[in-house]
């Protein structure tokens, strides 16, 4: 009856002892899954993991922008172009959703010129004249037909008359061949500088005007306005206005003394025979002091007739 029973107890022992390394009280090399490497590891058993686990590497993070719109999958409201700010508000045409808000972005050759999203980038920004290059930026002006080619403003064609002769876009077609004293009947022709005078261009042809008191009496282009017509005693006021004998042209008058012709009319001393000597119109027809000429002095008894001491 003992022997019976001390069989039994070692029996007992071993049996404990097995079922204790079948439960995990080794080292980790005998029990367990051999799946998992033998971890026995109780939430991967299904059970709640304990509160300090953290999660695998592979989990979904978070988004502070994430939204199930619908219950459905998570959307980014801050730039999902059909949930854009808010479940169901959804971008059109080529618009995008930037931080929450539907903007037109258009690409590099297009433009939304007239601020109308419904139509989007309308305006092409390579071939408008209105809007060449950039919005607003309009080609015109300056005597010149425009085209827009590749967002660069061309001139096309000139006005009639006018031509582009600096070479820059931005003022056209600026000389006018028929006007321009610079380039007068072409490009480049310019009108030579005269004396006393400013240069003009009429009808294409080079010429000159003179300046306030002086005259071309001469008809000789060279040499420009040659005559001063308040000094020259014979273009006095006008070309061809001669003074009389002894007397000076002053602000296009002749002058004897006190007594002045009128302006570009003539002499001074205006009655007949009247010359002026020494400041004073006097006739040297009867003036024994000026008998003949001035300063030609008749004897003492002598008398001056018809320019003659007798």
Known sequence: MLRGRGVLWVFCVFGALALFQGCGGGDG????????????????GGMD???????????PQPDAFCERC????????????QNCGACGRRCVGMQQCIDGICQLVC??????????????????????????????????????????????CVISMCARDY?????????GCEANLQTDPNHCGTC???????????????????GFTCNSGFADCNRMAPDGCEVNLNT??????????????????MGGRCV???????????????????????????????????CGACNTQCMSGQMCMMGMCI
Not at 49 to 59: G, I, V
Not at 111 to 139: F, I, P, Q, V
Not at 163 to 171: I, M, P, S, V, Y
Not at 239 to 245: F, I, K, L, W
């Open 232 to 249: 020259d005693v014979n273009n006095c006021g006008a070309c061809g206005v001669q003074c009389g004998p002894g007397e000076v042209c």
């Open 107 to 152: 690409p590099s050759d297009r433009g939304d010129c007239d601020g109308d999203m419904s139509n989007g980038c309308e305006t092409n920004l390579m071939s408008s004249t209105e809007h060449c290059g950039r919005c607003g930026r309009a080609c015109g002006g300056g005597n010149a037909l425009w085209n827009c080619q590749g967002g660069e």
């Open 70 to 81: 619908g219950g459905g999958t998570c959307v980014d409201l801050m730039r999902d172009p």
């Open 29 to 44: 090399g005998g029990g367990g899954n051999a799946q998992d490497g033998g971890r026995t590891d109780a939430w991967h």
């Open 256 to 290: 004897c003394g006190s007594t002045q012709g009128a302006v570009g009319g003539g002499r001074a001393c205006t009655l007949p025979n009247n010359n002026c000597c020494n400041n004073m119109c006097v006739n040297t027809n009867t003036n024994v002091s000026h």
């Open 188 to 206: 480049g022709n310019r009108c030579p500088d005269r004396a006393n005078a400013m240069r003009t261009c009429s009808g294409g042809m080079c």
């Open 163 to 171: 031509w582009d002769c600096n070479g820059l876009t931005r003022d």
């Open 49 to 59: 993991a304990p509160a300090d686990a953290s999660p695998t590497p592979d989990a």
